[in-house]
């Protein structure tokens, strides 16, 4: 009786592990593939604004990104709370203290070699970390932005004290990346794909009927019709 039920059991589950998505699909059943190779900050695609920055200031450039990006993923993906981005921003914040500190100072440093000592540089500082918090902000791209910070999330809390540049360096393109619009690979985006078609309105295409109310005439009808059908999404 006992391996009866236990049959029974196993025969209801059997369907429902079959078809679950993986774990790491909080928003797609098959996310879209972001991943880019290792970046060093010069690469024209990141647009870090960093004219004539040495290695050591693009790498800080890197990781003051990786803050920045992780701080507005904290602000904007909390309608998902199982990717954890607020929480990984605030470990990351706390581990990472030492070394945000020291890329802080790096570019404060390249904003007064480039920019001018005293206040010039200072500003122009501010200014920048004020303007890069803006480039993450996405509406459209945000379930694919938010599924890569809430990974780049994780990947910082557990890397090494001192290495969190190394995060930045092998995801940074994934993250940049991720603020362009690509979907779900499975199931398509329905809802991203729609296209209202409306009929032509110009008066040309109308004939007024007081009985029957304005009437389309057939010819317009007809084009927009070839109109709305080409429109369709094919994928």
Not at 101 to 109: D, K, R, V
Request: with cysteine; aromatic share 8%.
């Amino acid at each position: 009786m006992i391996r009866s039920a236990l049959c029974r059991v196993a025969l209801t589950v059997l369907p429902l592990t079959m078809f679950a998505a993986p774990a790491n699909a909080q928003l797609f059943w098959n996310p879209p593939d972001l991943s880019t190779p290792p970046v060093t900050g010069a690469e024209p695609d990141l647009k870090l604004g960093l004219p004539g920055a040495t290695p050591e200031e693009l790498r800080a450039g890197l990781v003051w990104n990786l803050r920045a990006a992780l701080n507005v993923a904290a602000l904007q993906c909390e309608f998902e709370p199982t990717l954890l981005t607020r929480t990984n921003y605030n470990a990351m914040i706390a581990h990472h203290d030492s070394e945000l500190a020291s890329a802080l100072e790096t570019l404060n440093g390249y904003f007064q070699r480039t920019v001018g000592k005293g206040k010039a540089g200072q500003a122009a500082s501010d200014q920048y970390g004020t303007r890069i918090y803006s480039t993450y902000s996405t509406v459209q791209a945000q379930r694919g932005f938010c599924q890569i910070a809430g990974s780049i999330g994780r990947d910082a809390i557990f890397a090494n004290r001192g290495h969190l540049y190394e995060v930045a360096q092998k995801r940074m393109g994934e993250l940049k990346k991720s603020l362009i619009l690509s979907g779900e690979q499975y199931f398509g985006t329905p809802g991203y794909s729609f296209r209202a078609s409306l009929p032509p309105l110009d008066d040309k295409c109308w004939k007024v009927n007081k009985k029957k109310g304005d009437l389309l005439l057939s010819s317009c009808k007809a084009r927009w019709e070839a109109e709305a059908q080409a429109a369709k999404p094919t994928g």
